[in-house]
């Protein structure tokens, strides 16, 4: 069984930087694709990015790229998204989820993390 736990979430103001980190239990983590969700009130849970379990591949929703970065480090079983140029719309409780197969949707991630609230504003 793998269980994500984020961290890193917060307040931060306008074009401020915050780190999120995603830490897992278990040997499978390594060989799991991993996706960044987000979800604010009222919405949809929508996709951020995701990398593959071998950090080849990456990818990202447009309201993000060129602003969020992803990686792992599979030594450590952690997944970090690296968020610059923060604004209020990306105000939202932010997911980490696992995955066996190379999917965008919700429905394609097995394993999902209790999430961590990031606020963005002044």
């Known amino acids: 069984q793998v269980q994500p736990v984020e961290s890193g979430g917060g307040l931060v103001q306008p074009g401020g930087s915050l780190r999120l980190s995603c830490a897992a239990s278990g040997r499978t983590f390594s060989h799991l694709h991993i996706g960044w969700f987000r979800q604010a009130p009222g919405e949809e849970r929508e996709f951020v990015a995701r990398i593959s379990w071998s950090g080849s591949r990456t990818d990202y929703a447009d309201s993000v790229r060129g602003r969020f970065t992803i990686s792992r480090d599979n030594a450590k079983n952690t997944v970090s998204l690296r968020m610059n140029s923060l604004k209020p719309e990306d105000t939202a409780v932010y997911y980490c989820?696992?995955?066996?197969?190379w999917g965008l949707g919700t429905s394609d991630y097995n394993y999902w993390g209790q999430g961590t609230q990031v606020t963005v504003s002044s």
């Open positions: 989820a696992a995955a066996r197969t």
